[in-house]
C-alpha cells in the first residue's frame, strides 16, 4: 500500500495512519522529514539516494555506512594507541626511565622533555584522553 504522497508502507503501518489525528500527521511530517535528512547527512548526498532508492534502501544503506565508520574509528583508535605507547617506551628508555637498564639519575618527565618526538607523545595522549 501507499500513503498520498505515494510511499510504501506495510499493511499494519499504513491502517494505523488512517486514524492518526492532524496533530498525529504533522509528527509523521516532521520524523519523516528528519529521517531523510539524517540519511542525507548519513549518505552524503542531499537526499539523492533516499529519492533514487526508496527510504528502507536508504536505511539499510546508512547503517553499513554508519558500521563501517565506526569500524574504521576503532582500528584509527588503536593505532593512536599503539603510537602513544610506542612513543612513550621510546621517551622513558631515553629521558626518563627509571629503575631500567637506561635509568637515569634524576629522570625527565614528560612534561619537561624539549625532545620534539617526545612533544609528540604529549599531543598524541591528549588526542586519545578524549
Avoid at 522529514?33 to 536508504?58: F, K
Avoid at 637515569?104 to 612533544?119: G, K, M, V
Wanted: net charge negative; with cysteine; aromatic share 4%.
Amino acid at each position: 500500500m501507499t500513503d498520498k504522497t505515494g510511499e510504501r508502507w506495510t499493511h499494519g503501518a499504513y491502517r494505523s495512519l488512517r486514524f492518526l489525528t492532524e496533530d498525529d500527521q504533522m509528527v509523521r511530517v516532521l520524523v519523516t522529514e528528519a529521517i531523510g535528512n539524517l540519511l542525507a547527512v548519513i549518505h552524503r548526498d542531499g537526499g539523492h539516494y533516499e529519492g533514487n532508492h526508496g527510504t528502507p534502501p536508504a536505511i539499510e544503506e546508512a547503517q553499513r555506512i554508519v558500521v563501517g565508520l565506526r569500524s574504521e574509528l576503532a582500528a584509527k583508535e588503536e593505532t593512536i594507541r599503539g603510537l602513544v605507547e610506542a612513543i612513550g617506551n621510546f621517551h622513558n628508555k631515553n629521558h626518563g626511565s627509571v629503575g631500567g637498564p637506561f635509568s637515569r639519575p634524576n629522570p625527565i618527565t614528560l612534561a619537561e622533555c624539549n625532545d620534539p618526538r617526545c612533544a609528540a607523545l604529549s599531543s598524541a595522549q591528549k588526542v586519545a584522553e578524549k
